[in-house]
């Protein structure tokens, strides 16, 4: 069973930064992309960033130029360095993994990581 397994959440001040990690444990080949996604009370779950395999990551508009999501080549670990942060980015924030399954895709989440920013 594929599990992703987040860490590095908490509480920051304005202006601070936190990093997120996401691996997957159990056995599952290499996924087609990761990213992050987060969702605010009483909000939808929105992409926050995201990374395809052998291309450039895209970023919510809301977060570009502040934060950065990063793979390690080669393997299911996803990290979102979080520089900048407002009290508007507070949210849940989740592990996403695409797998390919033809003709179509599979995702997999991870179980949340709460990020709250104080002002």
């Known amino acids: 069973q594929v599990q992703l397994v987040e860490s590095g959440g908490g509480s920051v001040q304005a202006g601070g930064s936190l990093r997120l990690s996401c691996t997957a444990s159990?056995?599952?080949?290499?996924?087609?992309?990761m990213g992050w996604y987060r969702q605010a009370p009483g909000e939808q779950r929105e992409l926050v960033a995201r990374?395809?395999?052998?291309?450039?990551?895209n970023y919510a508009d809301s977060v570009k130029g502040r934060f950065t999501v990063t793979r390690v080549n080669g393997q299911n670990t996803v990290y979102l360095q979080m520089n900048r942060l407002k009290p508007e980015d507070t949210a849940v924030y989740y592990c996403?993994?695409?797998?390919?399954?033809?003709?179509?895709?599979?995702?997999?989440w991870g179980q949340g990581t709460q990020v709250t920013v104080s002002s």
């Open positions: 990374i395809f395999a052998g291309d450039s990551p």
């Open positions: 159990g056995s599952v080949g290499l996924f087609a992309a």
């Open positions: 996403n993994a695409v797998e390919l399954r033809l003709p179509g895709t599979f995702d997999y």
